[in-house]
C-alpha cells in the first residue's frame, strides 16, 4: 500500500513540474514559410511589407516565454530566385510577435538584428520590446531584415497535439 501511494506522489509531482515549465511558455512555432512575392499588393502582413523578392526557408523553431524571453534558430534562410539565388545577400535579421489580444502590437527583438551565417542559419536569443501580453490569441511570428524592417519568413504556430483517445477493445462477435 504504501508504494502505490508513493507511486501516486511521484505522478502528482512530476505532473506538476510539467505544468509549472509549460506554463512559462507563452508561445511556440515550428516550421516557417517564405516570402514568395508574387507581384500581388497583398503580402504585407499586418501592416508590415514582404520583402519583394522570393525568399526560402528550411526550418524554423521559436520559442517566446511569459515576460518576453524568445529564442529562434533557424535553416537555410535564402534567397529563392533572382542572379543571387542560393545567398543571404548579407542579410541580418530580427523577430516581431503579434498577438491579436493586444490589437497585434509589435513586440520585436533588438532591431540590429543577427547576421545569417553563409548557409542562411541564424540564432536569436533575447528579450521582446515591449514585452507580449500574459496570453497570445493567434500569434503571428515574422522574421525580418534589418534596414527595411520587410519580413521574409514567418513562424508556423506549434499546437501542444490532444492525447489520443485509449484505444477501445473490439466488441464481441455477433451470434
Same mark, same amino acid.
Given at each position: 500500500?504504501?508504494?502505490i +501511494? ?18 512559462? !511558455?507563452l508561445v511556440?512555432?515550428?516550421? +516557417?514559410? +517564405? ?16 520583402? +519583394?523578392q ?11 516565454r ?15 530566385a533572382? !542572379? ?8 541580418s $535579421? ?9 490589437? =497585434?502590437?509589435?513586440?520585436?527583438? =533588438? ?7 553563409? !548557409? ?12 507580449? *501580453? =500574459?496570453?497570445?490569441?493567434? *500569434? ?11 519580413w ?6 506549434f $499546437?501542444i ?5 485509449p484505444?477501445?477493445?473490439? *466488441?464481441p *462477435?455477433?451470434?
Amino acid at each position: 500500500m504504501k508504494k502505490i +501511494g508513493m507511486l501516486i506522489a511521484v505522478v502528482l509531482a512530476v505532473g506538476a513540474m510539467a505544468r509549472s515549465a509549460l506554463a512559462q !511558455n507563452l508561445v511556440a512555432f515550428s516550421g +516557417g514559410i +517564405g516570402d514568395i512575392t508574387t507581384g500581388s499588393t497583398d503580402t504585407t502582413v499586418l501592416g508590415v511589407p514582404a520583402a +519583394g523578392q522570393i525568399w526560402v526557408i528550411r526550418d524554423l523553431t521559436a520559442e517566446v516565454r511569459v515576460g518576453g524571453l524568445i529564442q529562434v534558430n533557424g535553416q537555410g534562410l535564402l534567397l529563392g530566385a533572382g !542572379n543571387a539565388i542560393g545567398s543571404t545577400a548579407n542579410a541580418s $535579421v530580427f523577430a516581431t510577435l503579434f498577438c491579436a489580444n493586444d490589437r =497585434n502590437v509589435q513586440h520585436s527583438t =533588438n532591431l540590429a538584428g543577427v547576421p545569417l551565417q553563409v !548557409n542562411g542559419d541564424f540564432r536569436i536569443q533575447d528579450s521582446l520590446s515591449p514585452a507580449p *501580453p =500574459n496570453t497570445c490569441t493567434s *500569434p503571428v511570428l515574422l522574421i525580418r531584415v534589418t534596414g527595411a524592417g520587410s519580413w521574409f519568413a514567418a513562424g508556423i504556430p506549434f $499546437v501542444i497535439p490532444s492525447i489520443p483517445l485509449p484505444h477501445l477493445p473490439s *466488441p464481441p *462477435p455477433s451470434r
